[in-house]
């Protein structure tokens, strides 16, 4: 078992490895592109992460990650990247080697280090301070299957992690585009959860409706196409922000997707990065354990600049008008092919870190669910006294 003093007073930590960048789901599959070494390159770049602020993700050992996962599927999982191959058997019951899970050469090794990253932020985490693993953020996967991209669920395995070092309640909010149907499978019924998700409605994976209350908790908000700057923030000061508040945290957990950005390919939503950006500072002061990982986003110029932003604003950096030469060069160097949203980019996505705000009308549909929600928070908040 790892250990660590605590690192409260250390300022934030950025949890990442080289595996990111050498490593990738194929070369036709949504996660082909760069994500989290750009992440890495970027904040470099900008000057915002000097090597003391930088922690080397280990890889999690099959023993660690049967906190949630099954012996067997783990098993599996080992298996076949070693074989580069599944059996028909392993396919059906394990959910390997499909069309979203694919079989490459490090489909054990690549999610094991973003899980190992998020089991040692729950250790570090034990005495207070504030982590970002951009790797993170794997919400889909289920503890005998592969699941939606994801062959490991690390935000539950960091919320197991946390309770391991006597951390009771967990706020876990996620605004990624997809419902986190593997976080609420593991803590729908668990009354020192707190689960918010912000997704779009009728999109993969067909989960999260808002009457679905776990053992009253949970608090799912379906939205709308073309979901905007002003919605989000309306969601935020009407829902997320009341229901932690009254919740009393001991930690944060944030999965901050960036799928629901304008430029994604996998969704609809219409959010600029400015709107990641103030969730990721409204919840911080809220908590004193705060963990931020990464999740869905598959525009690898969106994505690299989202995430870039959500470290600048985990330490308090000013966000320049435009990207120095290093940072920019950074983006350029980038390809993405296979995509109708990489021809003609706007140059402003390699010259910029912030989008323009995409405000617009908080629509009625939406105002109606929210004050749907508003009224359960208040009801439970009587109970979280």
């Known amino acids: 078992m790892l250990t660590s003093e605590p690192i409260a007073d250390a300022g934030p930590r950025f949890i990442g490895a080289e595996i990111y960048r050498t490593s990738s789901y194929g070369g036709w599959h949504p996660l082909r592109v760069p994500r989290v070494s750009t992440v890495m390159d970027m904040s470099r770049a900008m000057g915002w992460l000097p ?30 990247e070693a074989e580069q191959r599944v059996t028909d058997e392993t396919r059906d019951r394990h959910g390997l080697g499909t069309t979203s899970n694919p079989v490459f050469p490090e489909m054990y090794r690549r999610p094991a280090t973003a899980a190992g990253g998020s089991i040692l932020a729950g250790e ?63 803590f729908a019924n668990d009354p020192d959860t707190l689960m918010i998700s912000v997704h779009e409605e009728r999109r993969w994976p067909f989960t999260g409706g808002l009457e679905d209350q776990g053992g009253g908790q949970v608090f799912n908000l379906p939205v709308p196409r073309g979901f905007n700057d002003s919605e989000m923030r309306a969601v935020l000061q009407a829902l997320i922000l009341p229901a932690v508040a009254a919740f009393r945290p001991d930690a944060v957990v944030l999965q901050c997707g960036s799928d629901a950005l304008e430029e994604d390919p996998l969704s609809r939503l219409a959010l600029s990065n400015n709107a990641h950006w103030e969730v990721v500072a409204a919840l911080r002061p809220l908590t004193p354990r705060y963990l931020v990982l990464g999740g869905g986003g598959y525009n690898p110029w969106s994505v690299g600049r989202c995430w870039t932003g959500v470290w600048g604003t985990l330490t308090r950096q000013e966000i320049p008008d435009r990207l120095p030469v290093e940072a920019e060069e950074v983006m350029r160097a980038i390809h993405w092919t296979g995509n109708s949203r990489a021809r003609n980019p706007s140059p402003l996505l390699f010259e910029t870190l912030r989008d323009a705000p995409r405000e617009g009308p908080v629509g009625a549909e939406l105002r109606a669910r929210l004050d749907e929600l508003e009224a359960r928070v208040r009801a439970m908040a009587r109970v979280w006294v």
């Open 51 to 80: 090597r003391d602020r930088f922690v080397t993700s280990p890889r999690a050992k099959p023993a660690a990650l049967a906190a949630w996962h099954s012996p067997g599927y783990l098993d599996a999982l080992v298996r076949a």
């Open 124 to 186: 570090l985490l034990a005495g207070g301070g504030v982590i970002y693993n951009p790797a993170g953020g794997t919400h889909h996967g289920m503890p005998d299957r592969a699941n939606g991209f994801c062959y490991l669920n690390d935000p539950v395995l960091a919320i197991l992690s946390m309770r391991a070092r006597g951390v009771r309640r967990v706020a876990y909010v996620d605004i990624d585009a997809h419902h986190p149907d593997g976080v609420e499978a593991a």
